[in-house]
């Protein structure tokens, strides 16, 4: 059982850029989330997901789209990136929202110069 | 807006001591309060959950307290060992069920 899978674990982008980061799970959840952790400040949600077909935005959504055609996977795509896109994603599902144990993908670093 | 807020931001202890972890929070109406725990370069891993209706859970050497009224939790650690060493992140969930995590507080067990 492979869990949250996320891909790629290191990526360097130039700014104005553009780049999907993948989140796969195999546990058919139906709830899933992407955070970015910087320094100092903890996780914060950028956008989730109650189900396929459903998404909504989360505290800092600017600059990020992502979509769910499918239970298992939910992309996310930086338009064109900035420094400040700098960071730590990871990418989280749980059963359903009310049962909100959440499970983490290992991350993505990403740099932007 | 919630804020949580995780007192110290880092901590260092002789393996065997028994440690506290404290987390605050400033908006009491929550769903449930989760503690995680994350290594250097991973993910992170769910360590307890404990629901609005719950004053503490327990998982071994772990013990998490929860108060509402006053917007605080604790994540109690006994006999600490040099594997505890993490950072130990805190996180509520309100009535949209989303979380807000702290900043976390970076344990390390000194052997």
């Known amino acids: 059982n492979a869990g949250v899978t996320q891909t790629p674990k290191f990526q360097v982008l130039k700014t104005g850029q553009s780049m999907t980061l993948q989140c796969a799970q195999d546990m058919n959840h139906e709830y899933m989330s992407w955070y970015r952790q910087d320094p100092g400040m903890g996780l914060r949600l950028i956008h989730y997901?109650?189900?396929?077909?459903?998404?909504d935005q989360g505290e800092v959504p600017n600059g990020y789209n992502v979509s769910r055609s499918t239970t298992e996977d939910f992309p996310l795509r930086l338009l064109s990136a900035a420094p400040s896109q700098t960071s730590v994603y990871f990418c989280?599902?749980?059963?359903?929202?009310?049962?909100?144990?959440?499970?983490f993908g290992a991350g993505t670093r990403l740099s932007v110069l | 807006k919630q804020e949580v807020t995780q007192i110290p931001a880092a901590l260092s202890v002789p393996e065997g001591e028994n440690l506290v972890l404290n987390c605050s929070f400033t908006d009491s109406a929550i769903y449930n309060l989760q503690w995680f725990r994350q290594d250097p370069g991973k993910g992170l891993t769910s360590l307890l959950l404990?629901?609005?209706?719950?004053r503490e859970q327990t998982s071994g050497r772990l013990n998490a307290s929860l108060d509402k009224s006053s917007g605080r939790s604790t994540l109690y650690i006994a006999a600490s060992q040099p594997g505890d060493s993490a950072t130990y992140l805190c996180?509520?969930?309100?009535?949209?069920?989303?979380?807000?995590f702290g900043s976390g507080t970076q344990l390390t067990v000194l052997p």
């Open positions: 989280a599902s749980s059963p359903t929202l009310a049962k909100n144990i959440q499970y």
């Open positions: 997901s109650v189900g396929a077909g459903i998404t």
């Open positions: 404990i629901q609005s209706s719950q």
């Open positions: 996180a509520v969930s309100g009535s949209a069920r989303q979380l807000t």
